[in-house]
């Protein structure tokens, strides 16, 4: 069986991260512009392991029934300061 690894970019209830444009109007975007660490962390894994990536803004939030694609010799789960309490609960989850 390949192994695998499931890589986690967490949600952040901190819109901030995502609002760019003036304040002072109402010209502001919010944009969702995910790190590319986890796409270099994928494309530098060896072709044998297999590589998910999770992107919780994206596919929703994980949970403990959260069905996935296979089961994950690893997980790892990346992000900004922002993010650390909802990583925090990611990493609880799969442990």
């Known amino acids: ?5 499931l890589l986690v970019s967490p949600e952040s209830d901190n819109e901030a991260l995502w609002v760019s444009g003036d304040e002072s109007t109402f010209n502001q ?11 270099t962390i994928a494309g530098l894994t060896p072709a044998d392991i297999e590589v998910d990536i999770w992107d919780e803004n994206v596919h929703g939030r994980i949970d403990r029934t959260t069905t996935f694609r296979r089961e994950y010799d690893l997980v790892g789960v990346t992000g900004y300061k922002v993010h650390l309490p909802r990583g925090r609960e990611v990493a609880r989850i799969f442990r």
């Open 1 to 5: 069986m390949p192994r695998s690894i």
């Open 29 to 39: 975007v919010l944009n969702n512009v995910p790190p590319l660490g986890l796409a």
